[in-house]
């Protein structure tokens, strides 16, 4: 654990079969008015929604609705949210659905009371915010993002062609998050397959920096471990309740902060990824599978004792009489047929991308620093025209 | 992760070289009255007393003192505590110190104003507190029980032969706590090792339980991995950053609830550990070391899949053509090899313990329900004697 840091994670978790009772516990800690903020209207079907709205209902909650959250929420909904909280004097704004929703729920959290264009100031300038915050509670209905229980928040602006996430402090993270791990059974298996790989991406992401030696690492072995293991499950029999829940968890514990402690981290996937999600609006996780395999590919050869150990520690590669050049393509060779199995989608095209799409994908693709590699404009072409 | 729980820890951590700066941020979210615990003086000779005080007055604050905390904090000495922190109307307490500082200053924190017995009330009949809790903020100079970010707290009663932890509430749990790496290296080697095995300890009485699958499983898995290592390296080089660091890190979450979650845990090598404690007032961890192998091997037969399965994976083992008995005892047996290595005591006879007080050590030993196999009376006087 080299470097130093703090660390500070509040958000209280409800966690497994009947969770939503936990809901009775936080609301009467808030006033009367809250704003119900979901997607879709999925939640309407499965009968989340009338359970939730229930729940507030015997609480004695006024409840006004921001429906409608897309699964990349834009400026201009973000706008449409905040003008609703305002007139909702909102004491409480209450996501439920997934990581769009709540980092959508987080976005309007901070906008309320902001004077400058929200996002100006958090998403080009990335300033903090200086204003009161309204609190965010989550009820989760799909894993992946990890947004109950940190303080991001991706928006993308459609006009200028950006997709960019915010990781706010501790006083933006959720109050409170409901995982119950049967509310995400009703989700399509590309939805499910889809989260799966994003909290894959966010272990790897942290993961592949560094030659020190550190807690944080093998604790990721741990979660990718189980994470493999629970998917392989779930992909066959999407009701198994240990599968299901094993992954909720592993979600939210890959994105809270707890295991990017001691690291350096470039998040140099989810920047490729989010280029691809800006021009094509194709689904988070998806986007992050279809660039994952050239980009690993480029940077192996500048972190190969680390791509070797997670070959061996990871994915069983036995590395006796090997270089560490063949264990650690093996590896990822393993991780390859793996994501093909569980029906991740492992090209761009099929996402909706094109090859005259390559020098806006280019363009839009933030380099970071903190990784194995700085990427350069050339390796980012050669990783999108890899992906088509 | 089979069963429902919450999970709630706001503490903040300030980790790494310099990390008592952080105190400059906490002191002024309280009064000016500061309870500074400590325990028996060695904070003075290494300087780390000079640096607190410093800071506090830097800050404004009124120091009262309480020191002479010892190993085992005992009832009398709490009792003396919270007539310290009523004298000094104390806005904060401060606890300086390892484990057993921690654990004292949270049970004055719940007992300063409470009107019952706190011993009867917390350690007799497990009561939460009802009356106002005194925050608790440390500055860690030990590693091993996570008192620092929980709300475990280990007393010792005397004239009953009795140490009792209570598990308190995340209300209890300390507000902050300063964990700086270089502040355990003036540690001697014994002490050193003895809070190894306690984090140790502290993971596999979490481990072993269950025959579900349960990421926290794997967590735990990496965690070992992680400690086996950094320990190897700390016994032979005691100011080694990197590895002093991660295993600051690993004891913190071994015992902050999070690698809890989702398991029934019985605690039983505590318990056997503790009643040794209660009678010959040796090192916690110690106590636990020397009562590990015969109880894990009593047990194995009733958790056989699971102590083979942690012999491959934290102690590699191959387990080709091996049935899962013999896999599971070659586990045991590099684990007991490893216990030697980094110089352990592994019997209760080292520790001041003689067979006339075996009678005694079964007596004071409790029984606790969870893990693969709930001890008879029998079973604990055999543990007993052959640690002897």
Chains 1, 2 share one sequence.
């Not at 791509?307 to 590896?331: C, H, I, L, M, N």
Request: glycine fraction near 10%.
């Amino acid at each position: 654990m080299l470097g130093n840091f703090t660390y500070c994670n509040p958000t209280k978790l409800y966690f497994g079969k009947n969770a939503l009772e936990g809901l009775k516990e936080e609301l009467p800690k808030y006033g009367k008015n809250v704003l119900l903020v979901y997607g879709g209207g999925s939640i309407k079907k499965n009968g989340i929604y009338d359970k939730v709205v229930a729940v507030l209902k015997e609480c004695g909650k006024q409840i006004f609705e921001d429906a409608g959250v897309m699964p990349n929420p834009t400026t201009d909904k973000l706008a449409e949210g905040v003008a609703r909280a305002r007139e909702a004097k909102a004491d409480l704004i209450l996501a439920v659905g997934g990581g769009s929703v709540c980092d959508y729920a987080k976005a309007v959290s901070v906008s309320v009371n902001c004077d400058e264009d929200p996002w100006d100031k958090y998403y080009i300038r990335f300033e903090e915010p200086t204003c009161e915050i309204v609190p965010v509670g989550c009820v989760l209905t799909m894993v992946g993002t990890g947004s109950e229980m940190n303080g991001g928040s991706v928006i993308t602006n459609r006009e200028q062609k950006l997709k960019i996430g915010h990781v706010f402090g501790e006083e933006v993270f959720p109050k409170f998050s409901v995982l119950d791990p049967e509310y995400t059974y009703t989700l399509p298996k590309y939805q499910m397959v889809s989260g799966i790989y994003d909290i894959m991406s966010h272990i790897l992401e942290q993961y592949f920096s560094g030659t020190d030696d550190n807690t944080s690492d093998y604790i990721m072995e741990g979660l990718l471990r189980s994470l493999i293991h629970s998917a392989n499950v779930a992909v066959k029999d999407s009701t198994n309740y240990e599968a299901r829940s094993n992954i909720m968890w592993t979600a939210t514990w890959a994105l809270n902060t707890f295991i990017a402690k001691g690291k350096d981290t470039d998040w140099e996937v989810h920047m490729l990824g989010q280029a691809v999600g800006a021009h094509t609006d194709a689904t988070h996780g998806m986007t992050l599978a279809a660039v994952s395999m050239p980009y690993y590919r480029l940077i192996m050869p500048y972190g190969l004792a680390k791509f070797a150990r997670y070959a061996v520690a990871v994915w069983g590669v036995d590395p006796a009489g090997k270089s560490q050049e063949t264990v650690a393509s093996e590896g990822l060779a393993k991780m390859e047929a793996w994501m093909k199995s569980i029906g991740l989608v492992m090209n761009i095209t099929d996402l909706g991308a094109a090859p005259e799409m390559i020098d806006g994908l280019v363009e839009s693709t933030l380099v970071m620093q903190g990784g194995y590699k700085v990427l350069t404009k050339e390796d980012i072409r050669n990783i999108f025209v890899q992906s088509l």
